[in-house]
């Protein structure tokens, strides 16, 4: 399947129009998410492929990287960022096409778990695990990446001075903070000289603690680090990622052996939200991945990526119906039922999250009709509930839709409950033979959801404490 723009917005247009017809978006449902499932599946394998292009013929097969059973195995294993699109069915379909998760809470553990990851294919990542969570990792034999001194402490408390035994052990490794700088957001930005995450480097003393604390470890096997997301240059992430593999080469002479068997580059991939084009792609990430750092690709290593929002961004869209078209000094506004609760990045932060937004009329027909400045409203009662200001769109009107495009990454999934306004329905759409199916992916939230979640069985409670 072809992957260009033409064929992409071909597809939405067909997507929107169906969701209409079949009552998917509703006045009774006035927003809902919409999944391209072929577009998923098409980028997973763009990721299979660009890291088979680069990686020895014998390692095109995702195995069990890293594991005590087959150290350095020169395997592949790409764990979905389950933060970025935390459904069930997204990671299922994912695991269908060969990714695994990284996790970094219990609630994303349970969510891989619940789609089937077998834990050798689920990494944990986060910078607050408590001891219950890193017991829980140990017992299932999930991956681990500790974030800092102190937690590689309670980690020595759990698995002893022999490290994890067994088949099913996890694979343990250090986060590293390689400080090769900021990209163009600072809020996802994790490799600045003071970024919360992993054992910063280049502070004083932390590159002979890190050397010291893997000869005395042998069973810390993998080193991980993630740079960033969005915003950040392809060349930075990649200059971390040589950084970090320089680490390894350096343990692993002072050790004597091959004790860093794998290399965890995390995620980052920026997305291209100006149009329907995916640039950059995985294949040039991975192409100069390979130019840079050419050791990690000689099968000596076993490799984890942790993309996200690459595989799931352009997979999906927020559609919503027009409730009102006004208009304020001048200015022309449409009320969608799509703002900050779907889009709280874009409303709270437009200049580093702007979107495009698609215009479609009531029977979910593109909208044409000379475009005109608007501006593009949310439900929430705040004034600044705007996904988009003064843009250029066909003229909306009561009835029609709006789509918010390249929202399958870190929007549905990631609710803002502001006036308790309920999670919408997602659907996954795929066409055959110029027909449009659509599956469920997760419900909409009901009222008595709602009210249940904001302590609706505890009605006297404060009233009863006197
Ligand atoms: C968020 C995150 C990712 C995924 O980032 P994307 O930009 O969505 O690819 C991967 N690894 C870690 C540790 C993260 O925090």
Known sequence: MSLLGNDRAARRD????????????????????????????????????????????????????????SPGSGGVLHAFAVKAASLVPVLRLLADEGLGCEVASPGELALARAAGIPADRIVLDSPAKTVAELREALALGVAVNVDSRAELDRLDAL???????????????????????????????????????????????????????HVRRPWLTRLHAHVGSQGCPLELMAEGVRIVYELAEEINEVAGRRQIDTLDIGGGLPVNFASD???????????????????????RYGLVTEFGRSLMAKNGMVVARVEYAKSAGGRRIAVTHAG????????????????????????????????????VAGPCCFAGDLVAVDRELPPLATGDHVALLDTGAYYVSNHFAYNALPRPGIHGWLETARRVRFAPVRGPQTLDELVAESGGAHVDGLSALR
């Open 277 to 299: 084009e995916t640039v950059p792609g995985h294949r040039e990430y991975a192409r100069l991945l390979a130019a840079t750092v050419p050791g990690l690709f000689d099968g």
């Open 159 to 213: 698995v002893g001075p022999a490290g994890p035994a067994g088949p099913a052990a996890s694979a343990l490794g250090v986060r590293v903070n390689p400080q090769v700088g900021g990209g163009a957001i600072g809020a996802m930005s994790t490799a600045t000289e003071t970024s919360k995450f992993g054992v910063a480097l280049r502070d004083p003393g932390a590159r002979a603690w890190l050397l010291e604390a």
């Open 14 to 69: 067909a997507a929107v129009r169906a969701a209409v017809a079949q009552g998917l978006v509703s006045e009774r449902e006035p927003v809902v998410g919409l999944l391209d499932v072929a577009g998923v599946r098409a980028s997973a394998a763009a990721l299979r492929e660009a890291f088979a292009e680069v990686l020895p013929a014998n390692a095109a097969s995702p195995g069990r990287p890293g594991s005590p059973a």
């Open 340 to 375: 900050a609760q779907v889009a709280t990045r874009t409303v709270f932060a437009p200049g580093a999250w702007p979107l495009r937004v698609a215009a479609y009329d009531a029977h979910g027909l593109p909208k044409t009709g000379g475009p005109v400045p608007q501006d």
